[in-house]
């Protein structure tokens, strides 16, 4: 059975830090791994992308202050977010492509920078 489970959400303060992660099981081979999220009333949107060859793509609102990664030992991605803005509050959601040509999504988790 395959499953994305993203945990690290949370409440922190304007300027502060996150890392979330994404471990991927029941997925033989993962290809390109992303976060999307959705702040509220609005569309999901891309923040991060990093390839098999871990080559990046970023949102222009978040180039400099997020920086995506994956661990492929361990069938893991991570977004760690730094210099946090209320307009980054949204629920963040996990995203892999395999390698068979199937997309997955997890289930969210919330992050909401707030005073």
């Known amino acids: 059975q395959v499953q994305l489970v993203e945990s690290g959400g949370g409440l922190v303060q304007p300027g502060g830090s996150l890392r979330l992660s994404c471990a991927a099981s029941g997925i033989f081979a993962i290809y390109h791994m992303g976060w999307y999220r959705q702040p509220p009333g609005k569309q999901r949107e891309l923040v991060a992308s990093?390839?098999?060859?871990?080559?990046?793509t970023y949102a222009t609102s978040v180039k400099g202050r997020f920086t995506i990664s994956r661990d492929d030992a361990e069938n893991t991605g991570y977004l760690q977010m730094n210099s946090l803005k209320p307009e980054d509050t949204a629920v963040y959601y996990c995203?892999?492509?395999?390698?068979?040509?199937?997309?997955?999504w997890g289930k969210g988790t919330l992050v909401t920078v707030s005073s």
């Open positions: 995203h892999v492509f395999s390698r068979a040509g199937v997309n997955y």
């Open positions: 990093i390839t098999s060859g871990d080559s990046t």
